[in-house]
């Protein structure tokens, strides 16, 4: 059975449109990469696995600008656009 | 309201007694109210940070500054109603401001290395460290100017000691202020920007109202006192704001 993946490019979109809110564009363009690259991720297709990675140390980064529970809750909503538990 | 009381004193310099009295009143409880806000919503945000969040240390060394600007304040407020005749300077409340100041000095440098921890602002530490190096070059004007000013004054040496202190404290201030200034404008509208902007720009009102405050008091133009507390009365009110609106952002979740 195949296992589901994530188009690299919708992951940084909605990354990018979820972080803007709290942090502005610039700084959520950086976000969006920064931990993909920080990760050593660079197919154009992400795995499960990646995308959990990325959500993991995403959580990290935002907490430190707009707190713990905020930085979850926006990682939720990441989840769900993109279709992720 | 404030402009129509202000504003024609800085105009024509006069003023009645009664509505000094008036304006201190009402400037010392405003001022009061807003510590308290800021002390409050700073403190409870620090207790709603994860104790891992590598934001907590700068995010209490803030709410240790607003607390411990908050009991100056009031202490100074206690001895300007009740002194008999002029205000004791400097007083036990002096070294609360100090204190408080060291505090938000230590915040804000705490914060901008925190935030360059991250790795996301582009050529963050270059463009942070030019707008401090162009920060401290008029800071550093103006306080040999304030300190040269109280050179020819037979003033007591504590007094004197008070003098050296709030402009070179200040000074610190709004350099380390510049730098997390400059990368707070990667931050646009946000609310991450918003929140910060409210609180840098208040450290920056306190810092000339302080810049004026010790240079004027050596020139005797009392005719700037609105003027002074009108930009204490900004800072307080930026110090609230930001910090409700930082409590905000991060109680969302």
Partial sequence: MATATVPRS??????EQVAAGYVGDLMAKAISTAHLRRLGIDGERLTQANVEDV??????????????RTASEAVTKIRRKIGMR | MWALIVLPR???GRWSPEAESAISWVGGVLRLVFLVVAAAAATRTVSLLDRENPARRSQALLAGGFTVYLIAQSTLFVLTMTADGATPYPSVADLGFFLAMVLLIAGVIVGIRTWLSLGLFPDGGRKAASAAVLAAIPMAIGTIVVVRSLAPVELPALQVAADI??????????????AMLRLNVMMGRSRVGVVWRSLLIG?????????????????DLDVL?????VLYMVAY???ARGALLQLSLVREG
Avoid at chain 2, 203 to 219: I, W
Avoid at chain 2, 225 to 229: N, Q
């Fill in chain 1, 10 to 15: 919708t992951l940084v979109s909605t990354i």
């Fill in chain 1, 55 to 68: 959500m993991r140390s995403l959580t990290g980064g935002l907490a430190v600008l707009v707190g713990d």
């Fill in chain 2, 10 to 12: 800085l105009f024509t």
């Fill in chain 2, 203 to 219: 450290f920056l009102a306190m810092a000339a109202g302080d810049v004026f405050y010790s240079f004027f008091a050596g020139f």
């Fill in chain 2, 225 to 229: 006192d609105p003027l002074i507390d």
């Fill in chain 2, 165 to 178: 202190t709030y402009p070179v404290l200040d000074s610190i201030l709004v350099i380390v202020t510049a």
């Fill in chain 2, 237 to 239: 009110g930026l110090y």
